[in-house]
């Protein structure tokens, strides 16, 4: 009988976005590359130790038939990560290049045992985006450039056309080339109120960095900022995290379940009864730059950091005791899925993700507005 599902699997799916490059043409089959970060029931990575991986791809949908498997038994590493190469390993089933990547949708299935053996426990299934495409255009041949073709003969050259200053006199104006020049330079304009900010992506201010801009239909500016450091940071293991809360099995509901306002979230986790700990309180419990305002940011906020994280890291890389959000890690939001499930962002590539318990432990940055 299989085991529960005691330990998770963190999939790096920017991993798989990367088999467009990764794709490796040699005698051996064709393979791509995949990574996983393996966590126990209470969010805690299990390093330097040898598990058993068995990878299935599967057709039409998550539940679709098999068309191919293999086993791995990898060892993790200091921060509990493997490293793949799907087709390369001891293969169960099928034939990974015989595989029509066009003809379907396809789907990773992860199962794993910790104890190095083969009493594999589901750990995830995905599906597989990038991965299908890079396959097919190596089959295809569609992507082998044709011999170049002859030059074409020269056409004859064109009359010469006025220039700017020449086109200036014929419209009635008259002077110098550089009464011309002086002409071009009007007065100053009016400060303007459309697209323009006071501020820019990526400045530091109000305590963190901003990494969003908008406006109201009015016109009023208003930005978003990151905190400047991780809230909970382990230096003996950058990927540990801390639990979204405390309470793990009960459901707060619409107050904590906006798309948006992660001010309304965050309120809703700490004030929920039993609340103690977690990620939200210690947004909270933040404080920077003067500003105890910041709070755990929602789905859709957290997207957003993820997205300007360049422009955000770029910054922290010259402030002194700063530090740079973790491309390796994935972190929290405020924004409650269900009963035991909350939303949460791979930085890896940026996929949303609620398939993890609250119990679980994620990275925490904190976000505040002006």
């Not at 043409?25 to 126990?40: G, K």
């Not at 793949?84 to 789907?107: P, Q, R």
């Not at 901003?210 to 500016?221: P, S």
Request: charged share 15%.
């Amino acid at each position: 009988m299989k085991k529960t599902n005691k330990f998770l699997l963190s999939l790096s799916y920017t991993v798989l976005a990367f088999c467009l490059i990764s794709i490796i043409h040699a005698q051996s089959p064709t393979r791509f590359n995949y990574q996983a970060v393996i966590l126990d029931s209470a969010g805690t990575t299990i390093k330097n130790k040898t598990i058993g991986v068995r990878i299935s791809i599967l057709t039409g949908n998550t539940t679709g038939p098999e068309v191919y498997s293999e086993t791995h038994t990898p060892t993790t590493d200091a921060h509990g990560l493997i490293s793949l190469e799907i087709g390369t390993g001891n293969v169960e089933n099928g034939n990974l290049t015989a595989i029509n990547w066009s003809a379907n949708d396809y789907f990773i299935k992860t199962e794993t045992d910790t104890e190095g053996g083969n009493n594999y426990s589901l750990t995830g299934i995905s599906q597989l985006l990038s991965v299908p495409y890079a396959l097919y255009a190596e089959k295809s041949g569609s992507n082998i450039q044709g011999p170049e073709g002859d030059a074409g003969k020269k056409g004859e050259d064109g009359d010469d056309g006025q220039t700017a200053y020449q086109i200036w006199l014929s419209a009635g104006n008259t002077g110098t080339e550089a009464d011309f020049l002086k002409s071009l330079t009007g007065p100053p304009g009016n400060p303007g109120s459309g697209n323009s900010f006071s501020h820019e992506l990526g400045e530091e201010y109000g305590g963190g960095v901003i990494f969003h801009l908008w406006r109201d239909t009015d016109g009023t500016e208003h930005g978003l900022i990151v905190s400047k450091e991780e809230l909970y940071f382990n230096p003996q293991d950058p990927l540990e995290g801390i639990k979204w809360s405390n309470v793990i099995n009960t459901e707060i509901g619409a107050p904590a379940q906006s798309s948006w306002d992660g001010v309304a979230n965050t309120n809703a986790i700490k004030n929920q009864a039993g609340n103690n700990s977690g990620a939200a309180n210690l947004c909270l419990d933040y404080a920077s730059g003067g500003f105890s305002d910041w709070y755990l940011p929602s789905i859709t906020e957290l997207q957003l950091v993820w997205t300007n994280r360049f422009h955000v890291n770029k910054t922290l890389d010259n402030i002194t005791g700063a530090k740079r959000i973790s491309t390796n890690a994935t972190y929290w939001s405020s924004t409650e899925y269900n009963t035991t499930k909350a939303y949460y962002i791979f930085f890896f590539n940026g996929l949303q993700d609620y398939s993890q318990n609250k119990g679980t432990g994620f990275k925490v940055r904190a976000v505040r507005r002006y």
